[in-house]
């Protein structure tokens, strides 16, 4: 499907847009849903970016870089236990149950900068397997240590009252680090490579909350478009995304996503 045979406009997002759109995605044998951060805006977890976002409030140099890390240890551990602690206490919403619903039925696939596990949660209470869920920037919930490499899940509280009281690695005693990816450092390939195929092979991109700032995240949907698929974009603020885009749908995942994907 081109672009030119889509009839919405991006600034107008009306009924009969929405019934192309979901025309697009019932037909569709392989949806990909792309997410980041303001999927799991409505959940309670802050974005990064935009109003109300975590990078307005904090510097990403001081806490999302091996360097930062290095530097300050307990900092950055507080950082990520705050944030380990707000997901726990939040639940997936109507958006992630939209998009597992739609997985458990088969022929979706979802590629998410996000680290909150959400759509892995949402996906294991419907019994939809976990290979489904691309989570290219990591986990909150996985560490990794910083001498032997070994990865493991951890979703304890985090103790960042002294550099003493960190994580440790059980099997060589070194500091544990979060298991996410950080400015400056290198995505999984083999993730990126599974991530970059599903948006070779998807007959429609679902690009969800997410500024597009960030590469190579960012260059998902264009793959999408650039094999003459069609991209749909939810998000309340135009991006990059949008601009290109005539399915772009105005405001918040928990209100689009199910509406789309019923
Ligand atoms: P951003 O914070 O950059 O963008 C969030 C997007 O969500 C914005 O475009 C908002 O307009 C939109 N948004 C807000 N509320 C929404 C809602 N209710 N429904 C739908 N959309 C909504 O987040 P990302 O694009 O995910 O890196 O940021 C990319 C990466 O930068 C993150 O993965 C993170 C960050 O530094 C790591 O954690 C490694
Ligand atoms: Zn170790």
Redesign the pocket.
């Known amino acids: 499907m081109s672009q030119e045979n889509l009839d919405a406009t991006a600034d107008q997002p009306d009924d009969h847009g929405l019934a192309r759109a979901r025309e697009l995605v019932n037909a569709a044998a392989h949806v990909l849903v792309f997410t980041?951060?303001?999927?799991s805006?409505?959940c309670g977890i802050p974005?990064?970016?935009?109003a109300g976002?975590l990078?307005n409030r904090f510097r990403?140099e001081d806490l999302?870089t091996p360097t930062a890390f290095a530097r300050d240890p307990r900092l950055v551990w507080e950082w990520y236990g705050w944030r380990r602690g707000l997901v726990t206490s939040s639940r997936p919403g109507r958006a992630h149950a939209a998009v597992a619903e739609r997985a458990a039925r088969g022929g979706l696939t979802v590629v998410t900068?996000?680290?909150d596990g959400l759509h892995e949660r949402s996906a294991r209470d419907r019994g939809v397997p976990p290979h489904h869920t691309i989570a290219l920037?990591?986990s909150l919930f996985r560490t990794r240590c910083t001498d032997c490499g070994n990865v493991e899940w951890d979703e304890s509280t985090v103790d960042s009252s002294g550099e003493e009281t960190l994580p440790r690695c059980e099997l060589c005693g070194s500091l544990l680090r979060p298991d996410?990816?950080?400015?400056g450092e290198a995505l999984d390939p083999e993730l990126l490579e599974r991530a970059f195929r599903s948006a070779r092979e998807a007959d429609v991109c679902i690009v969800?909350?997410?500024?597009?700032?960030?590469e190579p995240?960012a260059s998902i949907p264009r793959v999408t478009r650039a094999g003459g698929r069609a991209v749909i974009e939810?998000?309340?603020?135009s991006?990059s995304v949008s601009s290109r885009e005539r399915l772009a749908f105005r405001?918040?995942?928990?209100d689009w996503l199910p509406r789309l994907l019923e």
């Open positions: 980041g951060a303001g999927m805006a409505e974005t990064f970016r935009g976002g990078w990403a999302a900068q996000n680290v920037h990591g996410i990816v950080w400015f969800v909350g997410t500024s597009a700032r960030v995240a939810i998000n309340p603020e991006t405001g918040g995942a928990e």
